[in-house]
């Protein structure tokens, strides 16, 4: 049994080595990440030049092959020539930062990568550490990495939720499984506040903080973690259509 | 009344001086798009440096601002610092490649573009041309501007469909307004084949075709696209989340 392990934060970042140990309970784990980091990539992939693949190791020593593209790229040469097997789960993070709202859902490497894969019918769990700016916390990436192998456990065991394709997991800072609250949440779709301000010679997104995400309800994903809670989101991946309403406007193009 | 115009080819690409002619027949049409081509970068934005904003012309000499970002950086951008007042319909494109089916709709620039648009409740409108690899046909743009043109048009006097967020459009080659069939669809979620092949020192995307897409119905954009008909995709710009039967998983938590 094998889990695919990847992010965004790149090959040395101390939150896949949290990931790897806290999986490795579970069966074994291959790690397949981006050689440096590719915060906010999304599922983007590299067109246009070559991908090298190198052998490397995790930030705690345990082998691992990194790749210098994006983490969707990661995933798909991964799946496609790194693997025997086709993996039972793909897990992707700890990302050191948060992945709430639909802006960040649809911005971030980590939900990227869960995205490539899932696609491709593997159950896909995106793990993300809130820690708002600051260095992380050894102790809350130890916890977030026991979320993660719980959640993992689960899936494991007994699949994915009917209609759930990815299950991205939001750790708010100090959070202890037992004492904690938790919270099943849907994606918040207000817009983020902008991240980008003036700098010389043009404009830079400078620093990135929980302000950025208007309140909503608790029942969200940015409303959970704000609140201070875990934030469990269960992700059916589709974009919904809605044909009914749009007949006039083939009309217009048919007139 | 100003629309706001965007790709993801750059600022150079014919496809985006195609869409502004046509768009120019409707209203003031603001320029704003990355300086080089970046192309399968989602809804991706740039950190760590500052994106410079460069006064340029689009291919056929008309003005337009050049960002060195991608084109949800161009879009927000454009939004927060460029634009003197908000524009009423973002338009992106016309891109040379089709965009269909989930894998492509979610790493498109073009598409990308218009989600950081869309998130922030403005019309959003993506045009792509099917050109499959070969060149573009001078013809064919005009065609697709055209259609851009209409989508646009009836937008601006009817608002969105109800609950549509993006309207993708992909005009096949050979498109004639009149004659060849229109479709209504919904966006295909059968995993893409993988572009990447092996190459000297890595994996590498070689090509691009509408091989890469397995066939489906012709209710949905590669149906539609693959049988020669355009296709007209209202997309409704949320994640479902599948609370119901995770309740399970909560409790392992919690356990």
Redesign the interface.
């Known amino acids: 049994m094998t889990i695919l392990l990847t992010n965004d934060d790149g090959i040395d970042s101390p939150g896949l080595a949290a990931a790897r140990r806290a999986l490795a309970q579970l069966g074994e784990v291959k790690v397949v990440a981006p050689l440096s980091a590719r ?15 190198v052998e490397a190791r995790t930030l705690d020593g345990a082998p691992a092959q990194a790749v ?1 593209g994006t983490p ?2 990661a995933v ?2 991964a ?3 790194l693997l025997k097997r086709r993996p039972r789960l793909l897990a992707s993070g700890i990302n050191l930062g948060s992945n709430i709202g ?2 960040d ?3 971030s ?1 980590t939900l ?1 990568a869960a ?1 490539e894969a899932a ?3 593997i159950p896909s769990i995106a793990a993300s550490y809130c820690m708002d700016g600051r260095e992380p916390v050894e102790e809350d990436l130890r916890e977030a990495g026991e ?1 993660l192998r ?2 993992a ?2 899936v494991l065991k ?1 699949g994915m ?4 394709d990815v ?1 991205s997991i939001n750790v708010p800072q100090g959070f202890k ?2 004492s904690s609250p ?1 919270r ?4 918040s ?1 207000k ?2 506040r ?3 301000v ?8 400078k620093s990135w903080s929980l302000d950025l995400y208007p309140m909503d309800g608790e029942d969200t994903d940015v409303g959970a973690v704000k609140r201070g809670s ?1 934030s ?19 009309k ?3 007139a």
Chains 1, 2 share one sequence.
């Open positions: 915060s906010c990539t999304g599922k983007s992939i590299t067109i246009g030049r070559a991908l090298r693949v210098d969707a790229d798909m040469i799946l496609n020539a639909l802006d859902v649809l911005d490497g990227g995205f696609m491709r019918g979320v719980r959640v456990e689960f007994e939720p009917k209609g759930v299950i499984l037992g938790l099943l949440t849907r994606i779709t817009p983020r902008s991240p980008y003036r700098v010389e010679g043009g404009y830079a997104i875990l469990i989101t269960p992700i059916s991946l589709k974009l919904p259509a809605r044909r009914r309403g749009c007949e006039e406007l083939l217009a193009l048919q």
